[in-house]
């Protein structure tokens, strides 16, 4: 089955621990992206890549760290997390380097306390 | 400075009508839109899409229509139907060269359909 797999599904934090949320694609997508969504902020782009060892920021970077090291995998890190990254976290991977018709994983909703 | 716009956080619509969400944009740049479904606790999934070249695409109960001169576009649902009760998203987005600058989401309207 093609599809976006994200690992953990929930996670509870603290302060400055630093924490690393996986996301594979199976489909030998070139492109793949982080989004966070927020209550009456919609889906913000975090970082994006558009094929191995290519990432680029995308709206709110800040305090996010990507590698595209294989084609699958698509690991965001937060080094040192704060409360203002409480959020649902989804991966999306694309056939096209445009970005059209993602396939989104089922999310990480994250907590740091 | 928000380059997609979607007005309606929720919509609220009896089961057999028309649905209609709305979308705008600022950016003239966006040459490709798309509309995403989400329901709680899953990713959202593609739902349907309209190139700029054209001014409506259809797939079965759902129609998108792109008003490129007023930057306005619209989802039409009918009939309207329990299950498509969700978070709506408005996506566009442009190419730039063989960057991947990939989309830019409204912040969703939440349609509910009443039995």
Known sequence: EAQVTQNPRYLITVTGKKLTVTCSQNMNHEYMSWYRQDPGLGLRQIYYSMNVEVTDKGDVPEGYKVSRKEKRNFPLILESPS?????????????????????FGSGTRLTVV | DQQVKQNSPSLSVQEGRISILNCDYTNSMFDYFLWYKKYPAEGPTFLISISSIKDKNEDGRFTVFLNKSAKHL??????????????????????????????????????????
């Open chain 1, 83 to 103: 409360p203002n990254q409480t959020s649902l976290y989804f991966c999306a991977s694309s056939l096209y380097a445009q970005g059209i018709g993602y396939t």
């Open chain 2, 74 to 115: 619209s989802l039409h649902i009918v009939p309207s139907q329990p299950g498509d009760s969700a978070v709506y998203f408005c996506a566009a987005s442009m190419y730039s060269g063989g960057g991947a600058d990939g989309l830019t989401f409204g912040k969703g309207t939440h349609l509910i359909i009443q039995p």
